[in-house]
């Protein structure tokens, strides 16, 4: 694919004007789901997808758990529940169709995008991730910058209790902050770098995080009920809440997105350590209509990788 037809800027990221005026050709039964993305950096799609899809992933995924639990079991927190499985998709045509026929939240992402939104990978949670508020970018570094989105789906009821999505309304419009300043702290640049060295995150993180509380901006989290989805523009800080009962679930799928053909980098790129890639090697496959890279593997937590041909109900 050629990249040059990707305009190096997303239209999204521009804060003013140039946005409004664009936005101005939007399909009339997206209009308030767009705007309210443009000012808060992200909107809920109330029952986009219907109870019986819903159901069929959940079963699917029980069914899935029940029948690989030994693998489950090595993966498990001590209430039984897993935290992150990697692509679990792959396995699972229920859940690519989370994705794929997802049409009104695919409508706003291929408006956003203005080329058709591809998924590039999932996390499943069955219990909330507690994760601190963070932007995905050091470790989700498109070419252009900034062509991804957040695809969030809530397969069962989410609140306070069991750790909802936790966000800073309208942080995606703090400034990008000074993450070179931030390179320089450890690393010249040229030098190897540690593609996970977690001092580039977390100061990242900390100083977008200090950004947005200086705006005066506040957290919030996003309760929704089954068949919901969350679309987070790429800028937007977000992570999940505490739990308060803990050992409920909280089973969710987020698919990451980007336009077909753009490469995702990390850290080094990130960090303009290294120059952006101008092409990608991946695969691509098809499912419903919507394209899939592919990923050969289902892992837990990164680790302990399962063919994904062969994981299957
Ligand atoms: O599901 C959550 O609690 C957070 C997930 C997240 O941060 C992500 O997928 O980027
Ligand atoms: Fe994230």
Redesign the pocket.
Same mark, same amino acid.
């Given at each position: 694919m050629n990249l040059n037809k990707l305009p190096e800027i997303p239209w999204y990221m521009d804060l003013g004007a140039k946005a409004r005026n664009l936005y101005r050709d939007c399909p009339l039964d997206i209009k308030n789901e767009i705007s309210f993305f443009l000012d808060h950096g992200y909107v809920v799609l109330k029952n986009s997808l219907p109870p019986e899809r819903i159901e069929s992933a959940r079963n699917a995924f029980y069914r899935h758990k029940k029948k690989y639990a030994n693998i489950y079991a090595r993966h498990a927190d001590v209430n039984g529940l897993q935290r992150r499985i990697v692509n679990l998709h792959m396995a699972l045509y229920e859940f690519q169709d989370i994705f794929s026929l997802n049409t009104r939240a695919l409508k706003i992402q291929d408006y956003l995008f203005q080329s058709p939104s591809t998924c590039f990978t999932s @996390?499943t949670?069955e219990s909330? !991730?507690e994760?601190s508020i $963070?932007r995905?970018s050091p470790y989700f570094t498109t070419t252009p910058e900034y062509y991804y989105l /957040?695809v969030?789906v809530a397969l069962e009821r989410v609140d306070h209790l069991n750790?909802a @999505?936790e966000i800073y309304d309208g942080g995606h419009l703090v400034h990008e902050v000074d993450r070179f300043e931030i390179f320089e702290r450890y690393y010249k640049y040229g030098d190897q770098i540690d593609q996970m060295d977690p001092r580039l995150w977390a100061d990242y993180q900390q100083a977008t995080i200090e950004s947005c509380i200086a705006k005066g901006l506040e957290k919030k989290i996003v309760p929704m009920e089954p068949g919901d989805t969350l679309i987070w523009h790429p800028h937007l800080p $977000?992570? /999940?809440s505490a739990i308060s009962s803990q050992g409920r679930s909280r089973l !969710?799928i987020?698919n $990451?997105v980007v336009p077909s053909g753009v490469p995702v980098s990390g850290l080094n790129v990130f960090y303009r350590n290294s120059n952006p890639p101008d092409s990608v090697n991946y695969g691509y496959m098809n499912h419903a209509d919507r394209n899939f890279l592919i990923h050969k593997n289902v892992e837990f937590q990164h680790a302990d990788p399962q063919p994904a041909n062969e994981f299957r109900n």
């Open positions: @996390l949670f909330g !991730s994760q $963070h995905d /957040g969030w750790g @999505l $977000h992570g /999940g !969710s987020v $990451h």
